[in-house]
């Protein structure tokens, strides 16, 4: 009889706290992101740019902002499966490394960009050269290698005629 009583009290005490508690949880939502100075400190690239394309799951942006991180203008991130984006659309994207590969941080302050955002990120750090500094050296090495053949091969065909 006791035990009966004791299943019957808890059953409703279980009953009522689940109908007093109005909250709503599913196992695909997120919490409510952090401020976004505080996500940029645990992201390692943050930016503002184009969304261009996406191949399989790399996405590909055109960037016009840098508040976090050394990038070009260009830069290739891979898909998180849980952000959209769309293209021609201009974003705030807050990068991480999962796996060894960059990623949109998941449940956060990524999205269309808006001068809110930008103004709470505040003032942003210069788009490295980086990639066009590659360039420059690429075709710096291809010259050299390319005067180097030239050189050898008409060093080569006077001496070969004799």
Not at 18 to 44: G, I, K
Not at 70 to 97: A, H, L, R
Not at 137 to 157: D, E, K
Request: proline letters at 4%; hydrophobic letters at 40%; glycine letters at 6%.
């Amino acid at each position: 009889m006791y035990q009966a009583r004791v299943m019957t009290i808890s059953f409703i005490v279980i009953v009522l706290s689940t109908l007093l508690m109005n909250q709503q949880v599913s196992a695909l939502s997120c919490a409510e992101p952090h401020h976004p100075l505080e996500e940029m400190r645990y992201s390692d690239i943050v930016f503002k740019g184009v969304f261009l394309s996406q191949s399989k799951d790399k996405l590909n942006f055109e960037v016009s902002r840098v508040w976090k991180g050394e990038i070009g203008d260009k830069i290739t991130i891979y898909e998180n499966y849980w952000t959209g984006f769309t293209p021609g659309q201009e974003y705030i994207v807050f990068v991480g490394v999962d796996n060894k590969k960059l990623r949109p941080k998941l449940c956060g302050n990524t999205g269309v960009a808006s001068q809110e955002l930008e103004a709470q990120l505040g003032e942003p750090v210069p788009i490295s050269q980086q990639q066009s500094e590659r360039t420059f050296f690429q075709t710096l090495s291809i010259a050299i290698v390319l005067i180097v053949v030239i050189g050898f091969i008409l060093l080569w065909l006077p001496r070969r005629r004799k």
